[in-house]
């Protein structure tokens, strides 16, 4: 009877949209409500040390292959099709390596959103995304990453932070 007054008062379109609008948001709050009934656990960090998932988005490192050889063939998609230009690469050659060699290869974390396109968008597995994760700083040039020179090493792979990193299961 409600629904088929509603129907004459509003228009079709209008009602069509209420009603499954309507249908989400009984459905949000009811996972909502199964949610609160779950238990929370708050770890009390960094003395107790947390777990990170896998696929945890730290600072980006370089790779290096089984013969300690830079992966990087100076492709330049990472540096494309990153949303905040935060890399920076100088194509260059180094004696005895065929493929071109990064003379220069730098990260700003600082404007770095982590959303992960230059991973993806390296062919050659180049670089990751890390587990290293307090990566807050006091210091400005802390967040400047260098292959080599006074910044932060960007092969650098020593634990920042207190954690384990969860199974991939
Ligand atoms: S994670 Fe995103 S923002 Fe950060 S360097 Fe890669 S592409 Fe750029
Ligand atoms: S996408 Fe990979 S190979 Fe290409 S420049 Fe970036 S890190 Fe190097």
């Given at each position: ?19 499954l ?40 490192q ?25 890399i ?24 770095c ?25 006091y ?31």
């Amino acid at each position: 009877m409600t629904s088929s007054l509603l129907r004459t008062l509003i228009p079709f379109d209008i009602y069509g949209g209420m009603k499954l609008t309507g249908k989400y948001f009984g459905k949000v709050l009811r996972q909502a409500n199964r949610g609160a009934k779950r238990t929370h656990i708050v770890v009390e960090y960094p003395e107790v040390p947390t777990t990170l998932m896998p696929r945890f988005r730290g600072r980006l490192q370089m790779i290096k292959d089984e013969q300690g050889e830079v992966k990087c063939v100076c492709c330049l998609a990472c540096e494309k099709i990153c949303p905040t230009q935060v890399i920076t690469i100088e194509k260059g050659k180094k004696e005895g390596r065929k493929t071109p060699f990064p003379v220069r290869y730098d990260f700003e974390m600082e404007r770095c959103i982590f959303c992960e396109f230059c991973v993806e968008s390296c062919g050659f597995d180049s670089i990751i995304l890390n587990h290293q994760f307090e990566l807050a700083a006091y210091d400005r040039e802390d967040f400047s990453h260098a292959m080599e020179g006074g910044f932060q090493n960007m092969f650098d792979t020593t634990p920042v932070g207190h954690y384990s990193v969860a199974s991939d299961d």
